[in-house]
């Protein structure tokens, strides 16, 4: 049955964030984007169940105001920092006696390539197709309709640990809610914040949420890597409230008001009144002191995304340099830190191509272009495409989604 809405739900830490659209007569409308406070969240995961399912309900029962049929089709981002990815190859024989490749040996190979060694309490989210490979014949996108006798599939296998995946089905199906598909994070981001230029010449994405922060590599148009490092943007506040024994959401505000990610851009005459942000508070402190505390954090988090890459031999050689999405991505200073500490390009990012896919949606900008919500619009991108729905530019006319490969399954970088 065609289902008419995607709900993009994107379950933080801190904070849970939601996209709803709605395909009416085939024309693809932006009906609501807000957030929500999170609770029973620890680094990305489910810690408390009674917590969680009150803070989605509430979520899902503004989506439910909307209709109700919309919490039957929910994109569910996966947060956990408890992933890992391997290479893995699965090769079949072409099975018709005229050599010509169709969908169920395109299906068997990808199959044939999730057969990897799992630890325990493990389970596979993603299989990622890099390429096909025909009879030798590699860097094939589409095998579909052409001959041999051999078909071949590399693919990127990530699995994740087994009982946070299904905390989070089980808070969701609880409150009457089905899931349509879960993503990783950094895959959602990079779906909404890339354009496929940035892919081909190589890019990352690294998502800065509150307690962690997720990492997605690309480069000729194919995901090299990804990882998740349990650091984020909520350290920079806890680390605040012991250096000034203030307490943590008076950190946060103050972080947010006068953090800086590059302390010597900071005058050093600049002063912030305690008091502004503690009711009872005295005094004043040093605004380059506060940044000195951003700058250490922020930094540390840049260690996790250059150690990777060094690992993946892609440190200071990505053209397109870095795309910072996430809550954390929004702290001033942030690419100027990333330039001067991994020597590339580096970017705030927000949903590409936003004219084509939500250009009626004028209301909605200020989401739209917040890194914040870009793993939420991610969602729901992602969702149009395994939907099969088709997508209107900015004039009501629509165009098919080039290159929609439904069998891939949950996502397709």
Same mark, same amino acid.
């Given at each position: 049955m065609r289902k008419n809405f995607i709900v993009g739900l994107d379950v933080g830490t801190a904070s849970i964030?939601?996209?709803?659209? !709605?395909?009416?007569?085939?024309?693809?409308?932006?009906? /609501?984007?807000?957030?929500?406070?999170?609770?029973?969240?620890?680094?990305? =995961?489910? !810690?408390?169940?009674?917590?969680?399912?009150?803070?989605?309900?509430? =979520?899902?029962?503004?989506?439910?105001k909307i209709s109700k049929s919309a919490l039957k089709n929910i994109y569910v981002s996966i947060g956990t920092p408890l992933v890992k990815a391997q290479n893995s190859r699965g090769i079949v024989a072409v099975s018709r006696a005229d050599n010509e490749i169709y969908k169920d040996d395109i299906d068997r190979a990808i199959r044939a390539s999730q057969a990897v060694n799992l630890g325990p309490n493990r389970m596979i989210i993603h299989? $990622?197709?890099?390429?096909?490979? &025909? @009879?030798?014949?590699? !860097?094939?996108?589409?095998?579909l309709g052409l001959s041999g006798?051999?078909?071949?599939? %590399? %693919?990127?296998?990530? @699995?994740?640990?087994?009982?946070?995946?299904? #905390?989070?089905?089980?808070? $969701?199906?609880l409150i009457g809610g089905e899931i349509g598909a879960l993503v990783f994070s950094p895959l959602s981001a990079s779906r909404s914040s890339l354009t496929k230029a940035q892919k081909d010449l190589g890019v990352a994405v690294?998502?800065?949420?509150?307690?962690?922060?997720?990492?997605?590599?690309?480069?000729? #148009?194919?995901?090299?890597?990804i990882a998740k490092f349990p650091i984020g943007a909520a350290n920079i506040s806890n680390d605040i409230a012991v250096g000034l024994k203030i307490?943590?959401?008076? /950190?946060? #505000?103050? +972080?947010? #008001?006068?953090?800086?990610?590059? %302390?010597?851009?900071?005058?050093?005459?600049?002063?912030?009144?305690?008091?502004?942000?503690? =009711?009872? *508070?005295?005094?004043?402190v040093s605004?380059?002191?506060? %940044? @000195?505390?951003?700058?250490?954090?922020?930094?540390? &988090?840049?260690d996790f995304v250059g150690d990777e890459l060094k690992l993946l031999g892609?440190?200071? +050689?990505?053209?397109?340099?870095?795309?910072?999405?996430?809550?954390?991505? +929004?702290?001033?200073?942030?690419?100027?830190?990333?330039?001067?500490?991994? +020597?590339?390009?580096?970017?705030? *990012?927000?949903?590409?191509?936003?004219?084509?896919?939500?250009?009626?949606?004028? =209301?909605?900008?200020?989401?739209?272009? @917040?890194?914040?919500?870009?793993?939420?619009? *991610?969602?729901?991108?992602? *969702?149009?495409e395994q939907e099969g729905w088709q997508v209107g530019d900015s004039n009501g006319s629509l165009n098919i989604l080039a290159g929609f490969k439904k069998f891939i399954g949950y996502f397709k970088p």
């Open positions: 964030k939601v996209v709803v659209l !709605e395909n009416q007569n085939r024309r693809i409308i932006l009906r /609501a984007v807000f957030k929500e406070p999170s609770l029973g969240m620890r680094r990305g =995961a489910i !810690e408390d169940l009674t917590e969680a399912s009150q803070a989605v309900g509430r =979520a899902l029962q503004e989506v439910k299989t $990622i197709t890099r390429e096909f490979i &025909i @009879d030798g014949v590699g !860097e094939i996108s589409e095998p006798s051999r078909l071949e599939v %590399s %693919s990127l296998v990530i @699995d994740a640990f087994a009982p946070h995946i299904k #905390n989070l089905i089980k808070v $969701i199906e690294v998502d800065i949420g509150a307690s962690t922060t997720g990492l997605a590599v690309y480069e000729e #148009n194919r995901l090299v890597n307490p943590v959401g008076a /950190a946060e #505000n103050l +972080k947010l #008001n006068y953090g800086y990610a590059i %302390s010597r851009d900071v005058g050093a005459k600049e002063s912030i009144e305690i008091k502004k942000f503690v =009711a009872e *508070g005295k005094g004043v605004r380059r002191f506060v %940044s @000195d505390i951003v700058e250490a954090r922020m930094a540390e &988090i840049l892609k440190a200071g +050689k990505l053209v397109g340099g870095l795309v910072f999405v996430g809550g954390g991505s +929004k702290l001033p200073g942030l690419t100027e830190l990333a330039k001067q500490e991994l +020597k590339l390009f580096s970017q705030i *990012g927000f949903t590409a191509d936003e004219e084509r896919w939500f250009g009626q949606s004028s =209301a909605f900008t200020e989401h739209i272009e @917040d890194p914040e919500f870009a793993t939420a619009f *991610g969602l729901v991108q992602t *969702g149009v």
